[in-house]
């Protein structure tokens, strides 16, 4: 079996929803985050490029290869995308260390990316036509990424306050992680600690173009709201639109090496890959899943 090193890690900024990188594809997001950490490296290729993606429709055939010639990457590497919705971009890095590890491939690019603004609205069962009367439109978002498969209508974040009352997360408790969450990643923007993972991106618009060098989301928050926002999801409950995960656009990426050959070629180590483990239970309880696997 061949030790799995990191090579190069590089992501773009987060936008917020339809925000500074709404008019950005996926693809070209994802291919922005391979470029970059393709250049912290010496590698001008990979041999194989595998992608996170959730939100597929309306994208075109094979995100994760768009992603490749966004890149740079020339039409003999393989792409594959993959879903596993918000594990996506960790379960193509596990790939990519198995298909290392294996001796499959020596060098490969992996990652994930998403442009939660450019989901589109979806016609459910208008492919053989309305007949008579009104007719459904389905978000995107919503039906593939944010609502459960199984208890239909009842979105992640209701999981969440599932999770909080179990383990008695307090309102309090997580309003205080948000906002010193929020006040760290402030600070590590304003002092430059993301300059080396970050990738600006030039954005095009009507008015002309500018880029975007940095997340827009802890830019844009308002501290002293965050204790008084209303719960996003039950009327008494705790998880509210400040301490859960924000509506986003973005992506990163990881060039993945055997060790061997990352000695061969003199490419930078930035971290060994020892193991990975993944965990299924019941669909409700996805939030503790990672627990189990970081056990086994």
């Not at 595998?50 to 075109?60: D, H, I, R, S, T």
Request: hydrophobic letters at 40%.
């Amino acid at each position: 079996m061949e030790n799995v090193v990191i090579c190069g890690a590089a992501r773009t900024p987060i936008g917020g929803f339809q925000g500074a990188l709404d008019a950005v594809p996926a693809a070209r997001l994802g291919g922005a985050a391979i470029e970059a950490a393709l250049l912290q490296t010496s590698q001008s290729s990979v041999d194989e490029v595998v992608m996170g993606n959730v939100l597929g429709a309306g994208q075109g055939q094979a995100p994760a290869r768009q992603a490749s010639f966004h890149a740079g990457l020339g039409t003999q590497v393989p792409a594959t995308t993959l879903n596993k919705m918000c594990g996506s971009g960790m379960k193509a890095t596990m790939i990519g260390f198995d298909q290392i590890a294996l001796g499959q491939t020596q060098v490969m690019a992996v990652g994930g990316m998403e442009s939660m603004s450019n989901a589109p609205y979806l016609l459910p069962k208008m492919r053989g036509g309305a007949r008579l009367g009104h007719s459904q439109v389905a978000d995107h978002m919503f039906l593939d990424g944010l609502e459960d498969a199984y208890e239909k209508g009842r979105l992640m974040g209701s999981f969440a306050e599932d999770c909080a009352e179990k383990y008695q997360f307090t309102r309090e408790a997580q309003d205080d992680y948000a906002l010193r969450s929020l006040m760290r990643a402030r600070e590590a923007q304003s002092s430059g600690a993301f300059e080396n993972e970050i990738t600006p991106l030039k954005v095009a618009r009507k008015k002309g173009d500018y880029a975007v060098v940095q997340d827009e989301q802890p830019l844009n928050a308002k501290p002293e709201k965050i204790p008084h926002l209303k719960p996003a999801f039950r009327a008494d409950g705790s998880v509210t639109a400040a301490n859960a995960s924000s509506i986003s656009d973005g992506a990163a990426a990881l060039i993945l090496s055997s060790q061997t050959h990352m000695q061969q070629a003199g490419l930078p180590c930035r971290a060994r890959i020892l193991g990975h483990a993944s965990h299924a239970q019941e669909p409700a309880w996805f939030s503790t899943a990672p627990i189990f696997a970081t056990r086994k």
